[in-house]
């Protein structure tokens, strides 16, 4: 069994920052990719930010400039680092991984369970 657990969403005002972590566990095979997306009230999900193993990342564009997406290889952890955060940024935000186990050969992805971040003005 996999699990991803969530951890520093908040309420922070405009313009403040906030981090985000998420860390990976059990039977853990291989990791091929993690990823940040979120979800506002009305809205579908979206991709916020994605790094592979190899460490290439891609972001939304809305987010370029202000949020970091890091990972640590070794401790199965995953980060955002949000800056000059907005009120349009909230939403829940969803850890995401596309790993193998060692039960489950072929990739899959798995998710965390949310965390809320609100940006008030």
């Known amino acids: 069994q996999v699990q991803l657990v969530e951890s520093g969403g908040g309420l922070v005002q405009a313009g403040g920052s906030l981090r985000l972590s998420c860390a990976a566990s059990g039977r853990i095979r291989s990791i091929v990719a993690m990823g940040w997306y979120r979800q506002a009230p009305g809205k579908e999900r979206e991709l916020v930010a994605r790094?592979?193993?190899?460490?290439?990342?891609n972001a939304a564009d809305s987010v370029k400039g202000r949020f970091t997406i890091s990972r640590d290889n070794a401790k199965n952890t995953l980060y955002l680092q949000m800056n000059s955060l907005k009120p349009e940024d909230t939403a829940v935000y969803y850890c995401?991984?596309?790993?193998?186990?060692?039960?489950?050969?072929?990739?899959?992805?798995?998710w965390g369970q949310g965390t809320q971040v609100t940006v008030s003005t």
């Open positions: 995401n991984a596309r790993l193998t186990s060692d039960i489950i050969w072929y990739e899959y992805d798995i």
């Open positions: 790094i592979t193993n190899n460490g290439d990342t």
